[in-house]
């Protein structure tokens, strides 16, 4: 196996900041598809609540039935959870922008322009 030269060097490495990039801009589109939908799920069902005890008002006064108030009772704390963020998700972001932020650093260190 012969040795590269540092111009194939830089060329390899930037082909890997390339891809660093495409995953990580999956990875967060994957996520925002995500909590677009589980979002759009929970505005829909909760539209006519502002908070939860506006579902146990409406269940006392027999405007929903004790099924309908549990299913709403879930999807509130449903929503609440995604409002806290996804801890893997975050740690392979922070992961990859690591990565992505070596591979940077490799380029410029051999000689090489970034573009970003």
Same mark, same amino acid.
């Given at each position: 196996?012969? $040795?590269? %030269?540092? =111009? *194939? /060097?830089?060329? #390899?490495?930037?082909?890997?900041?390339?891809? /660093? %990039?495409? +995953?990580? @801009?999956?990875?967060?589109? &994957? *996520?925002?598809?995500?909590?677009?939908?589980?979002?759009?799920?929970?505005?829909?069902? #909760?539209?006519?609540?502002?908070? @939860?005890?506006?579902?146990?008002? =409406?269940?006392?006064?027999?405007? +929903?039935?004790?099924? &309908?108030?549990?299913? /709403?009772?879930? #999807?509130?704390?449903? @929503?609440?959870?995604? $409002?806290?963020?996804? &801890?893997?998700?975050?740690?392979?972001?922070?992961? +990859?922008?690591?990565?992505?932020?070596?591979?940077?650093?490799? +380029?410029?260190?051999?000689?090489? *322009?970034?573009? $970003?």
């Amino acid at each position: 196996m012969r $040795s590269m %030269s540092t =111009a *194939e /060097l830089i060329e #390899l490495q930037k082909w890997w900041l390339g891809e /660093l %990039s495409q +995953i990580t @801009r999956k990875l967060m589109d &994957q *996520e925002e598809k995500r909590q677009n939908k589980s979002n759009a799920k929970h505005d829909k069902a #909760l539209e006519d609540f502002r908070k @939860r005890d506006d579902i146990l008002d =409406a269940y006392g006064f027999g405007c +929903i039935t004790e099924k &309908q108030k549990d299913r /709403l009772m879930d #999807l509130w704390d449903e @929503r609440e959870k995604q $409002s806290i963020p996804d &801890q893997v998700y975050q740690d392979r972001i922070g992961l +990859i922008t690591e990565f992505y932020e070596l591979a940077k650093g490799i +380029i410029r260190d051999n000689g090489g *322009e970034v573009y $970003s």
